[in-house]
């Protein structure tokens, strides 16, 4: 059974937008938060916005901050997030991540255990 699932990815020009959707199978939406993730070729992955799926407080990386928006559907076990005003550096693979406890602290890929295949993001300037 997938447990997470990314999709919505493509190619768009600089200044474009896409909704990513990170679709969770209901034990996994239950985990304490939602992580999204992104690894631009020859980079690490770097952690851009997080949710917690019970709370709903949400925290943005500052290299993301104003341009993209998580969000979530507590009916559907799914998080999104749209990325607006897109840059040729924010070409990479996003990935969401799901997880509890210290992990939900960390915006460290290796703090997190459970991850899915990602969807790749490229803009083209």
């Known amino acids: 059974q997938v447990q997470l699932a990314e999709s919505g990815g493509g190619s768009v020009q600089a200044g474009g937008s896409l909704r990513l959707t990170c679709a969770a199978s209901?034990?996994?939406?239950?985990?304490?938060?939602v992580t999204w993730f992104r690894q631009a070729p020859g980079k690490e992955r770097e952690g851009v916005a997080r949710?917690?799926?019970?709370?709903?407080?949400?925290y943005y990386a500052d290299s993301v901050k104003g341009r993209f928006t998580i969000s979530k559907d507590d009916a559907k076990n799914t998080v999104y997030l749209q990325v607006n005003s897109l840059k040729p550096e924010d070409t990479a693979m996003y990935y969401c991540?799901?997880?509890?406890?210290?992990?939900?602290?960390?915006?460290?890929?290796?703090?997190?255990?459970?991850w899915g295949k990602g969807t790749r993001v490229t803009v083209s300037s």
């Open positions: 991540a799901a997880d509890r406890g210290s992990a939900c602290g960390s915006w460290y890929a290796s703090a997190y255990k459970n």
């Open positions: 209901a034990s996994m939406y239950l985990q304490s938060c």
């Open positions: 949710i917690y799926t019970t709370s709903g407080i949400i």
